[in-house]
Antibody, heavy 121, light 107 residues
Framework: EVQLVASGGGLVQPGRSLTLSCAASGFTFDDYGMHWVRQAPGKGLEWVSGISWNSGSIDYADSVKGRFTISRDNAKNSLYLQMNSLRAEDTALYYC??????????????WGQGTLVTVSS | DIQMTQSPSSLSASVGDRVTITCRAS??????LNWYQQKPGKAPKFLIYAASSLQSGVPSRFSGSGSGTDFTLTISSLQPEDFATYYCQQSYGTPLTFGGGTKVEIK
């Protein structure tokens, strides 16, 4: 059974940093691209970032480019999102999601339960 | 960026009704269109990819169609477990973008 368990969320002040993690199991992690998708409270879905199976291809939404860094450790079956210079508008539930391909293909067949990030003073 | 526009934003329907949701892209995306279902407090569920291919395990009452800029998701006979919010999403290019969602409510 595919499982994606996100962690690392919490309350953080504007301008500070936070790192999210996603532990994957139930599939061969290094065969697939992975993504972060967020959802602000009561709002729709917004893709944040994606990374290919070997980290050779990485992309970001314009809203986070230059502030967020996605990475993965295939030996640990883990996905990460380093978030710097956080803003109030980054407040959201952050989901990690598995791609159906090795690339940053953009089809998300499995999702984690999400971890909540609240940016507030 | 490719903008995805869904309509309606919400609808009320009864069990057994046929429901159609529309998604329009701001430019041609061929058939790089996916659909997700999200229930309150839950993560989205992958329903349809490549505009019309049903993900494994998804009931056959769900179907998708379209190409280019105009797409539809149809539920042929609405079931109680189908009341949820539905999102379209383009995978033609990055940044990947979602529609604003369509909330399907009980009439």
């Amino acid at each position: 059974e595919v499982q994606l368990v996100a962690s690392g969320g919490g309350l953080v002040q504007p301008g500070r940093s936070l790192t999210l993690s996603c532990a994957a199991s139930g599939f061969t992690f290094d065969d697939y691209g992975m993504h972060w998708v967020r959802q602000a409270p009561g709002k729709g879905l917004e893709w944040v970032s994606g990374i290919s199976w070997n980290s050779g291809s990485i992309d970001y939404a314009d809203s986070v480019k230059g502030r967020f860094t996605i990475s993965r450790d295939n030996a640990k079956n883990s996905l990460y999102l380093q978030m710097n210079s956080l803003r109030a508008e980054d407040t959201a539930l952050y989901y990690c999601a598995k791609d159906i391909s090795t690339a940053v293909g953009g089809r998300f067949d499995y999702w984690g339960q999400g971890t909540l990030v609240t940016v507030s003073s | 960026d490719i903008q995805m526009t869904q309509s309606p934003s919400s609808l009320s329907a009864s069990v057994g009704d046929r429901v159609t949701i529309t998604c329009r892209a701001s430019q041609s995306i061929s058939r790089y269109l996916n659909w997700y279902q999200q229930k309150p407090g839950k993560a989205p569920k992958f329903l349809i990819y490549a505009a019309s291919s049903l993900q494994s395990g998804v009931p056959s009452r769900f179907s998708g169609s379209g190409s280019g800029t105009d797409f539809t998701l149809t539920i042929s006979s609405l079931q109680p477990e189908d009341f949820a919010t539905y999102y379209c999403q383009q995978s033609y290019g990055t940044p990947l973008t979602f529609g604003g969602g369509t909330k399907v409510e009980i009439k």
